[in-house]
Nanobody, 114 residues
Framework: QVRLVESGGGSVQAGGSLRLSCAAS????????AEWYRQAPGKQRELVAV???????NYEDSVKGRFTISRDTAKNTVYLQMNSLKPEDTAVYYC????????WGQGTQVTVSS
C-alpha cells in the first residue's frame, strides 16, 4: 500500500524559509517522479515543482530561484526547500506521485505573513 506523508509546514514571516518533507512507503521515489502541488483558499490546485525519475527538476515560474525540490533515495523522501517566502505562497502543499494510479499525501499548511 502506497502512503505519502508530508511534514514541515508552518507559519513564517515574509522572507523566511521552510523545508517540506514527503516520506513515502510502498513506492520507491527512485523509480517514480514526484511533484509538489499547492492549493490556496478559493483557488485550484497548482503544480509547484517536479523531480523526474532521472533527477531532473522543473518549477512553476513564480517559485523559480526560491524553491528547490530534491530527493533522498536512501530515506525514500522528497523535499521542497522554500526560501524567500512571500504571502502569496500561503497554501496547503501536497506531495504527489504516480505508479499505475495517482497517490497524494494529506497536505501540510504553509502560512506566510507580511
Amino acid at each position: 500500500q502506497v502512503r505519502l506523508v508530508e511534514s514541515g509546514g508552518g507559519s513564517v514571516q515574509a522572507g523566511g524559509s521552510l523545508r517540506l518533507s514527503c516520506a513515502a512507503s510502498g513506492v520507491i521515489f527512485a523509480i517514480t517522479a514526484a511533484e509538489w502541488y499547492r492549493q490556496a483558499p478559493g483557488k485550484q490546485r497548482e503544480l509547484v515543482a517536479v523531480i523526474t525519475r532521472g533527477g531532473n527538476t522543473n518549477y512553476e515560474d513564480s517559485v523559480k530561484g526560491r524553491f528547490t525540490i530534491s530527493r533522498d533515495t536512501a530515506k525514500n523522501t522528497v523535499y521542497l526547500q522554500m526560501n524567500s517566502l512571500k504571502p502569496e505562497d500561503t497554501a496547503v502543499y501536497y506531495c504527489h506521485t504516480a505508479l499505475f494510479r495517482d497517490y497524494w499525501g494529506q497536505g501540510t499548511q504553509v502560512t506566510v505573513s507580511s
